[in-house]
Structures are given as structure tokens and as C-alpha cells.
């Protein structure tokens, strides 16, 4: 493989850190060169990540942090920088590819910036394509790169996907662990708090990732994300629980087919396809033994238990601003129940509410319309909780 220039936006995060790891495993230098990597307030593991890996650059995206990086990188040779304005040069520095694996709304302006150089977009931000959608797919073509998924998911529908049998796609099937309370009522939900809730069953993430599976907000953005991501009608997204999370998802094509990609749980796996692609290259990673799994079980997903999954229809159907709008409420109603400030339930309430409120925005026509949306809906959220 030729070495590829590669920045690592959220390398201190779970993405990012598993990146590093597939980076190592795929020749480290001698197959890429890290052009940047960021970071929010942990400068100190940021900073040792930039040394180790030999980074030629660290942002860290608060900016009361920038001296602590600069002192932490300070002798190496290692450029520091911090902000918007930091995240958006590295953005803009030359790259073959970039991993977009910050958490949340916060990481749609320095991947579009990113898409516009032309860079491949190695894509784990899926905030990305529910806020904005055909906008961001429109700017990632028009800077020439590919968008490639790393969301295990639309990895796995990307890998079995047969874009020359587009006519003859009937639907994709996401597949989804049903979380830590897949078989617990609404009553007993109504009580639960952050620590129990971001315990997941089979994937190790982030904190806000692991309470979205709970909730199954998660699964809700995975299925606007593949709306987008693969141009497909609300009616052709289906989700299917899977409690073991060894088929990562299916598309099922008019001839009655069904594809599947299958594989542990360990997102080394899609992140690993993502740099690579369009090769496959080895991987160390748990290979699958299907005598000891010996079944895989599959269940319907209750949308009356997990309310998510029925609002991501109505986004879908919605259309235009919709996404925006249910993810900018979510993340505010993620934030205050992870501060113990809202329900479990309330968050999907709160999200409902402020959908409602918002039902009648006109489709974006630029990036600008989306973040108002995404501001406003965070407004009236932040307003529904006060309540
Ligand atoms: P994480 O919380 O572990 O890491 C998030 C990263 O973003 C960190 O580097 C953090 O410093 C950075 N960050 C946080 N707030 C920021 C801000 N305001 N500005 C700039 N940077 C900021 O999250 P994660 O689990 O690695 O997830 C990252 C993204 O990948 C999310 O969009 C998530 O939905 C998606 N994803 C994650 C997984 C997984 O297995 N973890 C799987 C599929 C998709
Ligand atoms: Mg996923």
C-alpha cells in the first residue's frame, strides 16, 4: 500500500483510538502519515498520542487548553493549534484521507471542510448525515473523495451493498443489539440512570454512543444515516434486533437474496475496511467460530418500548430539517439525563416535543440553514426541560 496522509479528527475518543491501533496494524508509518490529530479538553492523552504516533499536528478543540498542549508538545517538533480555527487547519491540510470520528454536532464543520479538499471521508460522525444529509453527500462529491462508513452498520451494508443492482434493491436491513434493556419494561426504564444505562452489552464506545444504544437514539440516527448514506425511500430501512451483534447488517435485493456481513463485534473490522478500501488487508482480530456461537437469535423491535426508532420513521418521512432537528434536541436531552437533570423516557419526549414544534422548516439550502435548525432545536429542548 502506498503511504496515504491521513488526520484523525476525535483521536482521543473510541473511534480514534481504535484507529491508531488499525493504523499500527496496517504498516503504522510506512503506510500512513499522520497529518493531524484532535482532541477536546484530555490534552495530556492527546499529546501523547501526537508523540507516539508522530502526528505533525494537535488540535485540541477547547481552547482554554491550548497552552497545556503547547507546553505538552513543546521540544517535539509537533505544531499545536486549538478552536474552530485549529480543527479547521487541520482540516484543510493535504490529505488522502480523513477519519471523522468526533462526537456529535461538533463534527460536521471540520468534516465538510475536510470533504471540500477532496479527501476521502472515513465516516464514524453519523451526526454528520442526520443533520445534514444530501448537503454533506453533495459537499463530499463535489470535493471528488468517497465517503466510505465506519459505523459498523453501514459498513457492513457498504461492503454486501450492489450499487450495479440498484433497480433490484428491495431494502436494507439494520441490525441492532437492543442495548442493556432490551428486555426490561417501560416502568422499570422510567428509573434508570447514566452509569447503568452506558453499560452495553457488546460494544465498547463512548459514553454518549453507549446511551443512545440504551435508548436505541443510536439505532433511530443509524437509520437516517443509511437513508442518506445510500439513497434509499423511508419504506426500504428496516431494523431487526440482534441481540449478539454478529451480523452487522443485511441488504435483501428483489430476487428474494438476502446479503450479510458478519464478523465479531469490534469495530477494528469497519475501521480497518474503511483505510484499506478498496483492499482488504489482515487484521488481527477475533475470528469468527460459528460452532461455538452455534445460534444467532433475532427479534422485532418494540418502537412502543423504544419511541426512538417510531421518530426516526417520522424524520425520514419528514424529510428536510427533521434529522437536524431530532438530533440537536437529543444531544440536549442526552446531556441532561447523563447530568441527571431528565428521565430516561423524558428524552425521547423532549425530542418528540421540539419535533413537533419544528415540523414545518423548509429543506436546507445551505449548511447555515442547518445549524439554525440545530441551534433552535437545541433552544426549544433546553426550554422543554426547564418545565
Ligand atoms: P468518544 O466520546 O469516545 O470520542 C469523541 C471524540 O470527539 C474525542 O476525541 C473527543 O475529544 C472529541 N470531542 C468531543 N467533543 C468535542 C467537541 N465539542 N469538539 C471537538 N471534538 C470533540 O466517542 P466515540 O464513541 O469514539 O464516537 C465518535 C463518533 O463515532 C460518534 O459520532 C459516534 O456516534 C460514532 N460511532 C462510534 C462507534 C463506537 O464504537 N464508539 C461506533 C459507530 C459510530
Ligand atoms: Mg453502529
Known amino acids: 500500500m502506498q ?21 499500527a496494524q496496517l504498516g503504522g508509518k510506512d503506510a500512513f502519515e499522520i497529518t493531524a490529530v484532535t482532541g477536546n479538553s484530555n490534552v495530556a492523552a492527546l499529546a501523547r498520542l501526537a508523540i507516539e504516533h508522530g502526528a505533525a499536528m494537535a488540535v485540541t478543540a477547547d481552547e482554554s487548553r491550548y ?22 487547519e487541520a482540516a484543510s491540510r493535504e490529505n488522502d484521507i480523513v477519519m471523522a470520528a468526533i462526537v456529535g454536532t461538533a463534527g460536521l464543520a471540520p468534516t ?18 442526520v443533520s445534514a444529509g444530501p448537503l454533506f453527500t453533495d459537499a463530499v ?37 437492543g442495548g442493556p434493556f432490551r428486555q426490561m419494561s ?58 449478539q451483534s454478529i451480523i452487522h447488517s443485511m441488504v435483501g435485493y428483489a430476487d428474494g437474496s438476502i446479503l450479510a456481513q458478519l464478523g ?20 488481527s482480530v477475533e475470528r469468527l ?10 427479534e422485532a423491535p418494540d418502537e412502543t418500548r423504544f419511541p426512538a426508532l417510531r421518530l426516526a420513521r417520522l424524520a425520514m418521512e419528514r424529510g428536510g430539517l427533521q434529522g437536524a432537528v431530532l438530533n440537536g434536541a437529543k444531544e440536549v436531552a442526552l446531556e441532561a439525563f447523563i447530568e441527571g437533570r431528565c428521565g430516561f423516557l423524558q428524552m425521547a419526549e423532549i425530542t418528540e416535543g421540539v419535533m413537533a414544534e419544528m415540523d414545518n422548516l423548509p429543506a436546507a439550502t445551505t449548511i447555515d440553514d442547518v445549524y439554525k435548525a440545530d441551534s433552535e432545536a437545541r433552544r426549544r429542548a433546553a426550554g422543554l426541560l426547564r418545565r
Open 289 to 298: 467460530d460459528f460452532a461455538k456461537l452455534a445460534r444467532l437469535d433475532f
Open 264 to 283: 465479531a463485534p469490534d469495530m477494528r473490522t469497519a475501521i480497518g475496511y474503511a483505510l484499506a478500501y478498496p483492499e482488504r488487508r489482515p487484521l
Open 67 to 88: 497552552d497545556d498542549l503547547k507546553q505538552a508538545l513543546s521540544g517535539t517538533g509537533i505544531e499545536a493549534a486549538s478552536g474552530a480555527s485549529g480543527l479547521d
Open 141 to 177: 462529491k463535489r470535493g471528488g473523495g468517497m465517503l466510505i462508513p465506519v459505523d459498523s452498520e453501514h459498513s457492513a451494508i457498504f461492503q454486501v451493498f450492489e450499487e450495479n443492482q440498484r433497480r433490484a434493491l428491495d431494502r436494507v436491513i439494520i441490525t441492532a443489539s
Open 3 to 23: 503511504t496515504r496522509r491521513i488526520a484523525i479528527f476525535g483521536a482521543t475518543g473510541s473511534i480514534g483510538i481504535n484507529t491508531l491501533d488499525v493504523i
Open 186 to 243: 417501560l416502568e422499570e426504564m422510567r428509573h434508570v440512570d447514566a452509569a447503568t444505562a452506558r453499560a452495553h452489552p457488546n460494544w465498547s464506545m463512548g459514553l454518549k454512543i453507549s446511551i443512545d444504544s440504551a435508548s436505541m437514539f443510536n439505532k433511530a440516527l443509524e437509520m437516517i444515516e443509511a437513508q442518506h448514506l445510500f439513497d434509499l425511500a423511508p419504506g426500504q430501512v428496516e431494523v431487526v434486533v440482534h441481540p
Open 112 to 129: 465538510l471542510k475536510a470533504a471540500a479538499t477532496g479527501a476521502d471521508i472515513a465516516l464514524a460522525n453519523k451526526e454528520c448525515l
